[in-house]
């Protein structure tokens, strides 16, 4: 059957909406696929039309281009909304995504295109840590998201916590809209960013920015400290602060009186459908699985393209380069005429460069594995305390999966999305790629019914 | 110098560790992984009598379910004796199944088509009846092998059964035609006899000694739902087509439902079978297919949601039996492996045969059909 | 506090109300049923199957699957990805409704200290 698409784009963020105008402009049919109702994924998230919002770029750094971009797409290509991807297949030439569409009846529906472009984006990275699964405590991204997207303040009394430059626009967005913001406690140095070589000026000014905001609603923003211990009956009520020595072990500790508690440590690409496809993967510079790309963004399998987090985590600004080089070379590969741009490719080194730069300068150190005790939870999902980790590997599970196998870390709801990475970190290696042939949760009355096209109604 | 070295440390090879052991006999167990990471970390936990057709399989099938009753008196690992129930679709099945039944001589009850309700209250209507199987069970297989292991280890000394993972054996040590021990990528290990317990692997195990074991590798997926708060499905619950799939020597694709609860919550759903080799790459058709077979069985989990799938790889002989018993080929080497999708249900019988040949007695089941070299006329 | 509302100089369309083990909860046109129950001052909506214990959101971004709940009779829905429709009947409990809308409504235990009926932080 010949593919209704010539690229299918996964991802409405700054990567997915920039790779597809680009192959757009290039001269393909493309289709852009997000699950979300709304574009721009975590970082672009838009408030839903009901707020009228009048200036909704107040909650974003870069919304008026990405606007500008979306609003060219919509134009010139098919977008599916609201549509979750749960698998994706390739075969002769032809890839098939696999959806469902809608947020709560969910009907099945199948795409076909000759190429595919994966900009699926990441999640926050959160460590366990005694009481991490008390009401009150989110990641930083959820905090995020609550207020992007649906204007609400997580919390009056929030603590954020964790590691890397993430901390800064949340805090300032939370004190911003009215939150008491009671410290920002960051794990690693806190100028370790600063002082880098490599620092841009344009991410500098940014930083900048959000360290006004903090100081103006006098936040305080503390290094090599870290929340150790959430506290409360069964809902928040207050977190242990620790200062750290380099290693993350507890220094000193005292007590900080908070409702809400956003936190992550950094991000978790997320490669279920690039697993799913057989791409080849590396480890990042802090260790974390990602797609493995040349450098017109092509992963190990023809036709199948990556750009943004999942080829390592950068930020907007690097995943709407990454988009633009790999609709160029989906365009490239497909004949159509697309005349060399080196700049484009010097410029995502650079910003390459200066993820790299972060990630090392951002690292999670060994030592938040002293701050679980015996009964802390593990796997939220399946409630695994520590001590049953530790039972599994004294029984002779020697890696991250026979751990799984063996005490269930990881084969609940989420499937190891929140804790995969502390499992293998407890494990004593670098996290692996995630195997889920079902990326998404799915009816079996869904899988067991024919597909249909989006087009088929 | 350990009297046994155990290659593999599966279900199969930690019953055989932990029967040798309690024979009396130093054990040693090695693994190129980590416990239970082959194919016992891919099974559904199968202990059945009911799909067993009269013969060695189900002498092995009834001896093993008695030890697993045993054996699941030990703390730490899940069993569920819960009975399967295998259902037919139209009268004439339901006769097949009941003779088949009947020429198992094994605990059954027939069950006619209004009294399915009472066995499972949520199995579609319009099967025509089905017979149920009070022996068949369930066991957690990663958790029962690591138990097994540590269990031996405990109760018969440390020292008598150690577990080494991490160590990929690279060839045999011969003391003249006998096989003495293994070499391995962290030294060498002289024993006594060698135990092929590498499942599925166990053809290549077997020719690194020189000799030929057709174990060949037959995939099968499952699915796993979201978790049950109240379980949904009580027994094993399969259709007719199980059995006649599980016998078939077709290379295609075969699928046909088994669907069980289990403790932690989920419910599994399988089972599918093709021969291509040792290839993970997830198939959507033998997905939908199994969920179309489970609704089809229970309509209550159409609105439930699949979160997980995963594959392994059934070690299987061209004859349907494993391999059972020392190889007069090699002697020294003594094979369990090729349990094709019945290794969870086959191990404790196989471990204790392997344990009495060891140990210099005689079997309590004729080991005949399971020999080794049976596959040498053939070639 | 109104200072999201201020800084992005929102116009909010008229609320609408869902109902949450029976309770009314106040939601903007657009906004999830998770943001609905958070912003509420609702913290926990779901008890753990085995140790009974309360959780709300945490990722709000789909990937948990902590915050999940029973819309309409439809269970294990994700709160923070599921936009409020007027009219809807959220039922929480000891597990998000695996049996349906009876699922020990109105338990309220897993609720959060601050349970109050704000109106969207406003």
């Given amino acids: ?457 | 110098m350990p009297d046994v070295v155990v290659i593999g440390a599966g279900v199969v090879g930690a019953a055989c560790a932990y029967y040798a052991a309690r024979a009396g006999l130093d054990v040693v167990v090695v693994d190129r992984g980590p416990v239970a990471g082959g194919t016992t970390g891919a099974g559904e936990g199968n202990v059945l009598v009911s799909d067993k057709e009269p013969g060695p399989e189900l002498d092995l099938a009834l001896l093993s379910n008695g030890l697993w009753r045993e054996l699941a008196e030990f703390d730490g690992f899940e069993f569920e004796p819960k009975g399967g129930l295998v259902v037919a679709e139209t009268g004439e099945v339901l006769e097949a199944l009941t003779g088949l039944a009947g020429k198992q001589g094994v605990e059954h009850t027939v069950v006619p088509s209004g009294g399915l309700d009472d066995y499972e209250p949520h199995l579609a209507q319009g099967f025509a009846g089905g017979v149920f199987y009070p022996q068949d069970a369930q066991v957690q297989p990663m958790l029962a092998a690591a138990r097994l292991i540590r269990r031996g280890a405990d109760r018969f000394g440390r020292g008598t059964l150690m577990l080494r993972t991490g160590v990929t054996v690279t060839g045999f040590l011969r003391d003249g035609d006998r096989i003495g021990g293994v070499t391995t990528d962290h030294g060498d290990i002289l024993a006594g006899a060698v135990v092929n317990a590498a499942g599925t692997w166990g053809g290549e195990v077997a020719a690194m000694a020189g000799v030929h074991v057709p174990v060949l590798p037959r995939r099968g997926f499952i699915l796993v739902t979201e978790p049950f708060d109240e379980p949904l499905i009580r027994h094993k619950v399969y259709t007719a087509a199980y059995v006649t799939n599980v016998a078939s020597d077709s290379e295609g694709l075969e699928t046909s439902a088994v669907v069980e609860g289990t403790p932690s919550g989920p419910v599994l759903i399988g089972a599918s079978r093709e021969r291509v080799g040792f290839d993970r790459t997830v198939s959507v058709p033998v997905l939908e297919r199994l969920a179309r077979q489970a609704v089809e069985l229970f309509p209550a989990l159409a609105d439930r949601r699949a979160i997980r799938a995963y594959c392994g790889f059934r070690p299987y002989c061209p004859d349907h039996l494993p391999v059972i018993g020392e190889d007069p080929r090699a002697p020294g080497l003594h094979h369990a492996c090729g349990h094709e999708g019945a290794g969870i249900g086959l191990a404790p019988a196989t471990g204790h045969l392997i344990a009495q040949t060891l140990a210099g007695h005689r079997p309590d089941l004729d080991l005949t059909p399971f020999r080794p070299d049976r596959f040498e006329e053939r070639r | 506090m109104n200072q999201p509302y201020d800084l992005v100089r929102a116009r909010p369309e008229p609320e609408f109300e869902i109902s949450v083990d029976g309770a009314p909860v106040p939601v903007i046109p657009g906004q999830t049923i998770g943001a609905a129950l958070h912003g509420a001052g609702i913290r926990s909506w779901r008890t753990t199957r085995i140790g009974a214990r309360p959780r709300g959101l945490f990722c709000g971004i789909g990937v948990c699957f902590d915050c999940l709940v029973t819309v309409n009779g439809s269970p294990s829905l994700r709160a923070c990805l599921t936009e409020a429709r007027p009219g809807d009947r959220v039922s929480t409990g000891a597990r998000a409704g695996q049996d349906g809308p009876g699922g020990r409504p109105g338990d309220g235990g897993g609720h959060g200290t601050d349970g109050g009926k704000t109106v969207n932080g406003r």
């Avoid at chain 1, 852009?32 to 750094?61: E, K, S, T, V, W």
């Avoid at chain 1, 409702?259 to 992550?264: E, R, S, V």
């Avoid at chain 1, 993820?355 to 690292?363: D, I, V």
């Fill in chain 1, 1 to 457: 059957m010949k593919p209704r698409y010539d690229l299918a784009v996964i991802g409405a963020g700054p990567a997915g909406v920039a790779g597809a105008l680009t192959a757009s402009f290039a001269g393909l049919d493309v289709v852009l696929i997000d699950a979300a109702p709304r574009p721009g994924g975590q970082y672009f998230r838009h408030l839903p039309q009901g707020f009228n919002a009048q200036a909704p770029g107040a909650l974003h750094h870069g919304l008026d281009g990405f606007t500008r971009q979306w609003e060219t797409l919509r134009a010139r290509a098919d977008v599916l909304l609201g549509h979750k991807v749960w698998a994706v297949e390739r075969a002769e030439g032809t890839v098939t995504v696999r959806c469902l569409e809608g947020d709560r009846e969910e009907r099945p529906r199948t795409v076909t295109a000759r190429g595919l472009l994966i900009a699926t984006g990441a999640h926050d990275r959160p460590l366990p840590f005694p009481g991490w699964d008390l009401p009150g405590v989110l990641t930083a991204g959820g905090a995020q998201a609550l207020l992007k997207g649906n204007l609400v303040v997580a919390g009056r009394k929030v603590v954020v916590a964790g590691t890397g430059p993430f901390l800064l626009p949340v805090a300032a967005g939370l004190a911003g809209a009215g939150a008491d913001v009671r410290g920002v406690y960051e794990a690693n140095g806190r100028l370790g960013l600063a002082r880098h070589p490599l620092l841009a000026a344009g991410k500098a000014g940014e930083a900048l920015g959000y360290g006004a905001t903090l100081a103006r609603h006098r936040v305080p923003y503390r290094g090599r400290h870290a929340v150790i211990a959430a506290h409360g009956e069964d809902a928040l009520t207050h977190v242990t602060v620790a200062r750290l020595d380099s290693a993350w072990r507890p220094v000193s500790t005292r007590t900080v009186e908070c409702d809400t508690l956003a936190y992550g440590y950094g991000f978790v690409p997320q490669l279920e459908l690039p697993v799913q496809l057989g791409c080849a993967t590396r480890a990042d510079a802090d260790g974390s699985p990602v797609v493995t790309v040349d450098g017109g963004l092509r992963t190990s399998v023809p036709g199948v393209y990556a750009a943004g987090e999942s080829t390592g985590v950068g930020g907007a600004v690097l995943a709407e380069v990454e988009g633009r080089i790999a609709g160029r070379s989906a365009a490239a590969d497909l004949g159509r005429r697309v005349p060399p741009l080196p700049r484009l490719s010097r410029r995502r080194e650079r910003l390459a460069a200066f993820a790299k730069a972060l990630l090392e300068a951002y690292p999670v150190r060994p030592g938040w594995q002293g701050w679980l005790r015996d009964d802390t939870l593990v796997c939220r999902c399946e409630e695994v305390p520590l001590s049953a980790v530790r039972e599994a590997q004294d029984l002779g599970a020697t890696d991250a999966r026979s751990v799984k196998l063996l005490a269930r870390p990881g084969m609940g709801w989420c499937q190891g999305r929140m804790c995969g990475y502390a499992v293998a970190c407890l494990a004593g290696e670098d996290p692996a790629a995630p195997r889920r042939p079902i990326a998404q949760p799915i009816r079996l009355g869904d899988l067991a019914a024919p597909t249909r096209s989006p087009l088929e109604g």
